[in-house]
């Protein structure tokens, strides 16, 4: 076929798409056939759910020593650092185990243990892994997902990999786990909640995302907004929007620290599939280049920018910048997290997000931008350079964005307030 009549076909498809009925039954836009993009590249037309096992309740960690033996389990590894190893739920998992008579202790460096783990992240979809069992606190939804953040210190590269091979078998729960979280831990975790929720939902749809799989097994975990993440997103924001601050100021409340924990799960099993974008490709170099920041409430003896404020300190100026597209689902989430959108102009949706944002890291008490972490204007440029490479998630964003957009992006987030 000539090009001139494939371009052809490529609009004639087009309009059809445009001038189509857009209800799910019977649009072309949902219909089992790829579509096309405004770009003339095949969009995917299905999305999958993929999703662990999940255990819910106080005290269910005692359970796991159990879980691993009706596994069939014979050897188990327990992971786990010098400060959580402290803690009562490392303890919890410990005794389990012992009970049960599935215990061997082993201490390896980092250096004995990278390549192993290389080996297990990278593993090709269709790879079967030993059965993974995820005790978490809250925040990054872990429990739920395909997916792995590879930090490499010496480098300062931090990845992020997809796999649905490295989903967990069973996630554990347990809101007891959060009582030990300093309140720091619990905003910074909370706002990777946030951000999850609200990247998902405001995600390039499925049906936009290139380029159409040639065999399901290599469709992405992350997919692009769906009508299943959508549900789970949304009430993840709802419960964010009613326990995060009371999460953070009362360490004795387990009812807001029982929900967090749940919309953590919640948001995990919205952004699992459907991804996130900007906020977290932005936050990758954030973390990685740090010079020296040391978070409050986190017992570290080097610089630290923690995950959650890495993601939450852009999304002021990333909201504003995506909200072009979908500004009604930009509004909605402005409204769930408290705004007044009454007589809010549509066009407004992306400045209205972004105030409630401000409005709620100020009433937290959290740093004032970028600036208050240590960069300035003259790291906006490798910051930019560590973000070009998280095209995982940046293509999801629903704008595209060039080097100058991100450039800008990081400039806005140098100060909040």
Not at 156 to 183: E, F, N, W, Y
Not at 375 to 389: E, F, H, N, Q, R
Request: net charge positive.
């Amino acid at each position: 076929m000539a090009a001139a009549s494939r371009s052809r076909v490529a609009h004639l498809l087009r309009q059809l798409q445009r001038a189509a009925c857009q209800c799910p039954t019977h649009s072309h836009t949902y219909s089992q056939a790829p579509g096309i993009s405004p770009s003339g590249k095949i969009t995917d037309y299905a999305f999958e759910m993929a999703v662990s096992n999940i255990r819910y309740g106080a005290g269910v960690t005692k359970e796991v020593g159990m879980d691993l033996q009706n596994m069939g389990a014979k050897n188990v590894c327990m992971m786990t650092d010098k400060n959580l190893s402290r803690l009562p739920p490392v303890q919890i998992v410990m005794d389990s185990l012992v009970k049960n008579a599935l215990w061997k202790l082993l201490s390896l460096p980092k250096r004995e243990l990278l390549m192993p783990m290389l080996l297990w992240v990278v593993a090709p979809p269709w790879t079967p892994v030993k059965p993974l069992i995820f005790p978490t606190t809250s925040g990054t939804g872990s429990e739920t997902t395909g997916v792995a953040i590879f930090d490499y210190e010496p480098l300062k590269v931090k990845i992020g990999i997809g796999s649905r091979a490295i989903k967990p078998t069973l996630g554990l729960i347990d809101p007891l786990h959060t009582l030990h979280m300093p309140d720091r831990v619990v905003a910074n975790s909370g706002f990777d909640v946030l951000c999850h929720a609200l990247e998902s939902y405001t995600a390039l749809p499925y049906h936009m995302r290139s380029p159409c799989p040639s065999n399901p097994i290599f469709r992405p975990a992350y997919q692009g907004s769906n009508p299943i993440s959508d549900i789970w997103a949304v009430h993840a924001l709802r419960i964010v929007a009613k326990y995060l601050k009371r999460a953070v100021r009362n360490p004795d409340d387990l009812e807001a620290r029982s929900n967090m924990h749940l919309a953590s799960a919640f948001a995990g099993i919205g952004f699992g599939n459907a991804g996130v974008h900007l906020c977290h490709g932005m936050s990758y170099p954030i973390s990685g280049l740090v010079k020296t920041y040391k978070a409050k409430d986190y017992s570290v003896d080097h610089p630290l920018v923690p995950h959650g404020l890495s993601v939450v300190l852009t999304s002021p100026a990333v909201f504003t910048f995506t909200a072009q597209m979908f500004p009604e689902r930009h509004l909605e989430t402005a409204e769930i997290l408290g705004a007044d959108t009454r007589t809010a102009r549509i066009a407004d949706a992306g400045l209205v997000l972004a105030d409630t944002l401000r409005k709620l890291l100020f009433d937290l008490d959290v740093d004032d931008g970028l600036a208050a972490i240590g960069y300035s204007k003259v790291d906006i440029p490798a910051l930019v350079k560590g973000t070009l490479p998280q095209e995982r998630v940046t293509k999801l964003a629903p704008r595209p964005q060039s080097e100058e957009d991100l450039s800008a992006l990081f400039e806005a987030s140098m100060k909040l307030y």
